[in-house]
């Protein structure tokens, strides 16, 4: 079984496996917490990772782990915004500011 991905981070473990589950990509998620290792291992030595059951899956599960990280860029995207000329905040959907008008 192939890995796929693993992180520190157990939550970001847990979102790609998520992602990969709801595009019906088998996968497991292994290291979880302190798996063995009694006493020799904290958790964030043995960082969480999610395996693919099958080498073919790969392509698409790194497919659906790209658009994902792409959406995350285009929402960050999406936040409000601070004028460069005058500081005040606007909102994300404003392209110029309500205030003095200078340009995003
Ligand atoms: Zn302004």
Sequence with gaps: MPLFYYDAQVF???QIKQLLDDAKIPCVVKNDFAQGAIGELSP???APEV???DESWRPRAQQRVDDFLAE???LADD???QCAQCHEDNEANFGICWSCQTTR
Excluded: G
């Design 51 to 53: 395996w693919l059951v």
């Design 44 to 46: 964030i030595d043995s």
């Design 12 to 14: 970001k473990v847990y």
């Design 72 to 74: 995350q860029v285009a």
């Design 79 to 81: 936040e409000d915004w």
